[in-house]
């Protein structure tokens, strides 16, 4: 077996040997902190959003969305593709770049980030699942976060290793100035610099960033909700987790989601790869041309398709309906 199988075939069971308890004492008990801070965040936001229509200038509005992307970037070419699933290798230059794009984005440090997907994979849509998708929709997207963690995420989250990450210079940087650091990146520049550079007033600039905050957030928590509920699964259709096209528009190109759950080290999470609404591809492709990305993982094609045929639900690639019966698409 090539190499690289067997490397792919060890991250596979490393996901899938140990299940946790599908059901068990639920108890929701909030965390008022975050649900006031979510609240006020999401009530700016939208203050933001009537602001881009009255009276904040296009350049604010315009970095905005750049911090956008850069922010969507250092969570899918970053703290998920990279770190989290170790798809690819980057050099000392990008993973700084990253890290700084992954504290503008701000969904806590890097460390926990990938601490919960490892645990997300591993114990997928069961009760040890962080934002476990059989709690509902709300709870998968957000309610997670409002909430205390279930017993068993608490208890099997102790058996994740991430011990790769922890000792990770960059990570670890991030992790030790994390208030200082990420509260600078997210919060402090982007209100600094509309009102330095172009005049921008106060309120816009705050508000527009926290518009942009809260859209960069819920791109992410859609791969987690609506990737997890609606969709095809042609790889597995014992998963959860989907294929969604409209997720993959959002959160470029994290939306191929039963793909993903079916062949995590595939630095693609796509079987399409390279294609127009995977962003995140297109820009590890970019950095492995100029040298700052290598070694990047990917599937042969006869294990897709065997696996297809194997455990999957016939539908297409792209999950637009079409039928798979082993050589071609049928309509």
């Known amino acids: 077996m090539a190499p690289y199988l067997k490397e792919g075939n060890a991250i596979l069971e490393k996901y899938e040997t140990l299940k946790a308890p599908q059901a068990g004492p639920r108890k929701y008990q909030i965390i008022y902190r975050n649900l006031i801070t979510f609240g006020y965040g999401h009530v700016a936001a939208l203050y933001g959003l009537y602001l881009c229509f009255t009276s904040a200038k296009w350049a604010t509005i315009l970095l905005g969305y750049m911090l956008f992307i850069v922010s969507e970037l250092g969570i899918t070419a970053g703290a998920h593709r990279l770190w989290a699933h170790k798809t690819y290798k980057a050099k000392l230059p990008l993973e700084i770049l990253l890290m700084?794009?992954?504290?503008?984005?701000?969904?806590?440090?890097?460390?926990?980030?990938?601490?919960?997907?490892?645990?997300?994979?591993?114990?997928?849509?069961?009760?040890?699942?962080?934002?476990?998708?059989?709690?509902?929709?709300?709870?998968?997207?957000?309610?997670?976060?409002?909430?205390?963690?279930?017993?068993?995420?608490?208890?099997?989250?102790?058996?994740?290793?991430?011990?790769?990450?922890?000792?990770?210079?960059?990570?670890?940087?991030?992790?030790?100035?994390?208030?200082?650091?990420?509260?600078?990146?997210?919060?402090?520049?982007?209100?600094?610099?509309?009102?330095?550079?172009?005049?921008?007033?106060?309120?816009?600039?705050?508000?527009?960033?926290?518009?942009?905050?809260?859209?960069?957030?819920?791109?992410?928590?859609?791969?987690?909700?609506?990737?997890?509920?609606?969709?095809?699964?042609?790889?597995?259709?014992?998963?959860?987790?989907?294929?969604?096209?409209?997720?993959?528009?959002?959160?470029?190109?994290?939306?191929?989601?039963?793909?993903?759950?079916?062949?995590?080290?595939?630095?693609?999470?796509?079987?399409?790869?390279?294609n127009f609404v995977n962003l995140t591809t297109k820009f590890i492709d970019f950095f492995a041309w100029i040298g700052w990305a290598y070694d990047l993982k990917t599937v042969p094609k006869d294990l897709v398709i065997s696996r297809m045929k194997r455990t999957g639900d016939g539908t297409s690639l792209w999950g637009w309906g079409e039928k798979y019966d082993g050589k071609r698409m049928k309509r």
């Not at 997907?117 to 997928?124: F, G, I, L, T």
């Not at 330095?196 to 791109?219: M, P, Q, T």
Request: with cysteine.
């Open 100 to 274: 700084v794009f992954n504290s503008i984005a701000f969904q806590n440090t890097a460390v926990t980030w990938v601490k919960d997907h490892r645990a997300h994979h591993k114990y997928s849509d069961t009760d040890a699942d962080p934002h476990n998708a059989t709690r509902g929709l709300f709870y998968s997207h957000i309610g997670w976060l409002l909430v205390k963690k279930h017993p068993e995420v608490i208890k099997r989250g102790k058996q994740i290793d991430y011990s790769d990450i922890c000792n990770n210079p960059v990570l670890r940087f991030q992790k030790k100035y994390a208030v200082p650091f990420i509260g600078t990146m997210c919060f402090v520049l982007p209100t600094v610099v509309p009102m330095y550079f172009w005049g921008e007033s106060l309120r816009n600039a705050w508000h527009v960033n926290l518009l942009r905050y809260a859209l960069s957030l819920h791109a992410t928590f859609l791969v987690n909700s609506a990737a997890h509920y609606w969709g095809t699964k042609p790889y597995d259709k014992n998963l959860v987790a989907s294929q969604n096209v409209s997720v993959s528009l959002l959160t470029s190109g994290e939306g191929y989601h039963n793909y993903h759950h079916a062949f995590p080290w595939d630095y693609r999470a796509a079987e399409l790869g390279n």
